[in-house]
Nanobody, 115 residues
């Protein structure tokens, strides 16, 4: 199973980015999908999650109302739309799924928000 993130970059505060995470070797459709982030010197934290059915999502308080998680099961891809970005959103963002009892992480994509 391989997860590949893309879409990170440098953006000014108030801007937007859309992260993508494409999976190969496993299907998203039966899995809860999650996005995490890790800022320098901090622990990795859960940013957003979506159930396999897509009918339930959860967000960290710090991103509620600004970030949106979504999935396209046909493309085996999940997304994180990030709007109104703040400097404190600067981190490496990771996608994660659990398939057949094994945890899989993407390699991470850097998001840097300048003030």
């Amino acid at each position: 199973v391989r997860l590949v993130e893309s879409g990170g970059g440098l953006v000014q505060a108030g801007g937007s980015l859309r992260l993508s995470c494409a999976a190969s070797g496993a299907t998203f459709s039966g899995n809860t999908i999650r996005w995490f982030r890790q800022a320098p010197g901090k622990q990795r934290e859960l940013v957003a999650s979506m159930t396999s059915s897509g009918d339930s999502t959860n967000y960290a308080d710090s991103v509620k109302g600004r970030f949106t998680i979504s999935r396209d099961n046909a493309k085996n891809t999940m997304y994180l739309q990030m709007n109104s970005l703040k400097p404190e959103d600067t981190a490496v963002y990771y996608c994660r799924i659990i398939a057949d009892g094994t945890v899989y992480w993407g390699q991470g994509t850097q998001v840097t928000v300048s003030s």
